[in-house]
Structure formats: structure tokens, C-alpha cells
């Protein structure tokens, strides 16, 4: 079992749908990013949470300790949306290293 | 402020031959991370370096290797390729080492061995 689980696999949104992308992973971390990667191959980091709730214009991350879980949302989605969204996992161990998803290909329609 | 510059973005080498891939870091970030990102792996944490450093290294073998200049420059190479070291080459920046500092990538670049 890998240690960070994302789901779906594969998302394809009409134009204005929610969106919700989840993480679940099995360690201890101090910290978990969702990153976005668009074709081309650059990331960038969406959010780091380490707790409760984060906002960035239309996109919303939660995340809950207690539960190893986080969700990704997006609000009244748009086709340049249209990415891979990876959750990446801080141990909270001594190694400071990042642990990945397998990430969300997220497709949305006009 | 610039973000992280890696070069080059692409390259292609022939197998047995060896590579250097650099990262220049985001001005005053003194930590780099590197990463490989393939089709059937995914991304895989290559190793970190803070102030010139090896500070964690990820599973890979020992023709991967790096370092990190005074300026925080990174260097990554990789001796006697082999077809399956064609990937995407990511790094990172952050601030600082240590937990809880947000990472910030580069645009990677893609390697292909033929």
C-alpha cells in the first residue's frame, strides 16, 4: 500500500461543477502540500497545510489530522483548470523529504 | 523575485554517457530538493541539500549524485545512463531546512536516454 493514496485516478468536469480531489496517506507528517502540474512538466505548490482549512481564490484545501485525510476543492471550475493535481506528504520524522500521490488528472470541459 | 531556473529543459544523452543538470535556487532560499518523475514511478524524492550539505538522500543508486555550491546552486549528476534514467528532473527551493517551510519547483528538466 503506498503511503499517500489520491482519488479519483482520472476527473472530467463540465465548466462551473465542484470539484473535489482527496488524500489520504498513512504517516505522521507535519506538513502536506497539493501541487499542480500542467503539460510541460511545471509544478507549482497550491497550498502547504498543516491544519484546518486554506483558500486561494476558487480552490479550497482541508485537511484533518485525526483522520489522514485532505481534499483539494475547486469552485465553478474553468478548462484552464485542466492539470495534474498532486498531494505530497512531510514525514514527521527526521527525514525531510516529500512522499507523492500518484496525482488527479483533472480535465475540464467548456 | 525570479522563481527556480533549471537547466537544461531538455536533453538527450545516449546510454553509458553522464549528465549534469543544475538548479539555481530562489534568492536567498538555501535549501534544494531534487526529484524524478517518471510514467511508472511517479515522483520520487532524489536527495536534499541546505548550505552545501547532503542533508537526506531518497532510494536511488549511487550514479545519482549532487551538490550544492556557496551560492546555493545545485547541481545534479548522473554517470553511466541507463535507459531508464530518462525522466523529468525536478528541484525545489525553500527557504530554509527544516520542516514546514514551503517548497517552491522549478520548470524540471526532461531527460531522455536513447
Known amino acids: 500500500k503506498n503511503e499517500v493514496e489520491q482519488s479519483p485516478q482520472n476527473l472530467t468536469a463540465q465548466e462551473g461543477e465542484f470539484i473535489t480531489i482527496n488524500c489520504s496517506y498513512s504517516v505522521g507528517i507535519s506538513a502536506l502540500h497539493w501541487l499542480q502540474q500542467h503539460p510541460g512538466g511545471g509544478i507549482v505548490s497550491l497550498f502547504m497545510?498543516?491544519?484546518g482549512k486554506k483558500k486561494h481564490g476558487r480552490l479550497i484545501a482541508t485537511i484533518n489530522i485525526q483522520e489522514k485525510h485532505s481534499s483539494l476543492h475547486i469552485t465553478a471550475s474553468h478548462p484552464r483548470d485542466s492539470a495534474v493535481y498532486i498531494c505530497?506528504?512531510?514525514?514527521?520524522?527526521?527525514?525531510?523529504?516529500?512522499?507523492f500521490g500518484s496525482g488527479t488528472q483533472l480535465t475540464v470541459l467548456p | 523575485k525570479a522563481g527556480v531556473t533549471q537547466t537544461p529543459r531538455y536533453l538527450i544523452k545516449t546510454r553509458g554517457q553522464q549528465v549534469t543538470l543544475s538548479c539555481s535556487p530562489i534568492?536567498?532560499?538555501?535549501?534544494v530538493s531534487w526529484y524524478q518523475q517518471t510514467p511508472g514511478q511517479g515522483l520520487q524524492f532524489l536527495f536534499e541539500?541546505?548550505?552545501?550539505?547532503?542533508?537526506n538522500k531518497g532510494n536511488f543508486p549511487g550514479r545519482f549524485s549532487g551538490r550544492q555550491f556557496s551560492n546555493s546552486r545545485s547541481e545534479m549528476n548522473v554517470s553511466t545512463l541507463e535507459l531508464g534514467d530518462s525522466a523529468l528532473y525536478l528541484c525545489a527551493s525553500s527557504l530554509m531546512e527544516g520542516r514546514g517551510t514551503e517548497a517552491f519547483f522549478g520548470q524540471g528538466t526532461r531527460l531522455t536516454v536513447v
Open positions: 505530497a506528504v512531510l514525514s514527521s520524522g527526521s527525514a525531510r523529504q516529500l512522499t
Open positions: 541539500y541546505f548550505s552545501e550539505t547532503q542533508r
Open positions: 497545510l498543516s491544519s
Open positions: 534568492s536567498g532560499h538555501r535549501s
